[in-house]
Nanobody, 127 residues
């Protein structure tokens, strides 16, 4: 599985960005997917997850009400719409996926649960 994250960049506080995560094969449109982020000197942390059908979503408390995860299975792509960005959102954002239905379990926020990861895209929010 190859995951390609894109859409990162430099934005001022209060601005918006839309990240995309495209998978290499259509088969993976039936897999749950998630976004994580990692700031310098910090551990990778959960941001949002979505089930393969899009019917189940989860968010970290720090992004609830500001970020929205969605997917277009026909395009084999998952999106992360990020609004009202804050300097503390600065990080490398990674998308991840796994064949198990992790979004339906209590483990969706755990890094080891996901066996496939993309390279990441840098998001920098200036104050």
């Amino acid at each position: 599985v190859q995951l390609q994250a894109s859409g990162g960049g430099l934005v001022q506080a209060g601005g918006s960005l839309r990240l995309s995560c495209a998978a290499s094969e259509q088969t993976f449109s039936t897999w749950d997917r998630a976004w994580f982020r990692q700031a310098p000197g910090k551990e990778r942390e959960f941001v949002a997850a979505i089930s393969w059908s899009g019917s189940i979503t989860h968010y970290a408390d720090s992004v609830k009400g500001r970020f929205t995860i969605s997917r277009e299975n026909a395009k084999n792509t998952v999106f992360l719409q990020m609004n009202s960005l804050k300097p503390e959102d600065t990080a490398v954002y990674y998308c991840a996926t796994d064949p198990d239905p992790v979004a339906s379990t209590g483990s969706y926020a755990l890094v080891p649960v996901y066996n496939y990861w993309g390279r990441g895209t840098q998001v920098t929010v200036s104050s």
